[in-house]
């Protein structure tokens, strides 16, 4: 296994993961808003899925399993009502968001929303969040919105809810609380939005 090893200010930090590292020092040196700082790794285990995570403040959803050789990540639904939105449009119809494709990683996608040249107001809700000190909220994939409804559906209101992944330039992914579908629809159609945060496992 990889292992960087960091020093600064007389302490060293071993870790087992390049992106670990990168996370610390985005959390160390990116302004507000702090979606670059939406990777650190938690100081306590889990607790069982659909339980109050102390400390993380939220309920833990379960685990979505990393891209590309990243870490996979603790899921957790904020109990804020600060984080849930009733009506609110994805954004950017007939412009297409490449980057904005991922089907398992929420963050990626609102990042790259967050820094289009045309506004995602469901993305920037969500990266626009701070609640409890906390500022590292982002809308989900609608891989971590499907295992949403599989391991904690109790904490939705049925209905509607955007993901962050785009289907295309006019459309982009919904998960379904109630049946369990998932469709896509335009991007300027207005439906509910719930955000989440994660840790990294490790």
């Known amino acids: 296994m990889e292992e960087i090893v960091l020093?600064?200010?007389?302490?060293t930090l071993t870790a087992p993961h390049a992106t670990v590292v990168e996370a610390l020092l985005d959390r160390l040196a990116a302004p507000a808003p702090a979606l670059l700082t939406a990777e650190l790794v938690s100081t306590s285990r889990p607790p069982a899925i659909g339980k109050f995570w102390h400390g993380e403040g939220g309920i833990y959803a379960g685990l979505m399993r990393g891209?590309?050789?990243?870490?996979?990540?603790?899921?957790?639904?904020?109990?804020?009502?600060?984080?849930?939105?009733?009506?609110?449009?994805?954004?950017?119809y007939e412009h297409d968001e490449p980057e904005a494709t991922h089907e398992r990683d929420g963050l990626a996608n609102t990042r790259a929303l967050?820094?289009?040249?045309?506004?995602?107001?469901?993305?920037?809700?969500?990266?626009?969040?701070?609640?409890?000190?906390?500022?590292?909220?982002?809308?989900?994939?609608?891989?971590?919105?499907?295992?949403?409804?599989?391991?904690?559906?109790?904490?939705?209101?049925?209905?509607?809810?955007?993901?962050?992944?785009?289907?295309?330039?006019?459309?982009?992914?919904?998960?379904?609380?109630?049946?369990?579908?998932?469709?896509?629809?335009?991007?300027d159609r207005q439906y509910r939005a719930r955000a989440v945060r994660r840790v990294l496992a490790l």
Request: charged content about 20%; proline content about 7%; overall charge negative.
């Open 7 to 11: 020093q600064h200010a007389g302490i």
């Open 67 to 92: 891209e590309d050789g990243n870490p996979d990540w603790h899921l957790i639904v904020p109990t804020d009502p600060a984080a849930y939105f009733t009506d609110i449009a994805w954004g950017g």
């Open 114 to 187: 967050v820094e289009s040249d045309v506004e995602h107001p469901a993305a920037e809700w969500a990266a626009g969040l701070f609640i409890d000190g906390r500022a590292d909220f982002y809308l989900p994939s609608r891989r971590e919105l499907r295992l949403c409804w599989v391991n904690v559906p109790e904490l939705f209101v049925d209905g509607y809810y955007w993901s962050s992944t785009q289907y295309s330039p006019n459309y982009a992914w919904l998960q379904v609380f109630g049946d369990g579908y998932q469709y896509y629809d335009h991007k």
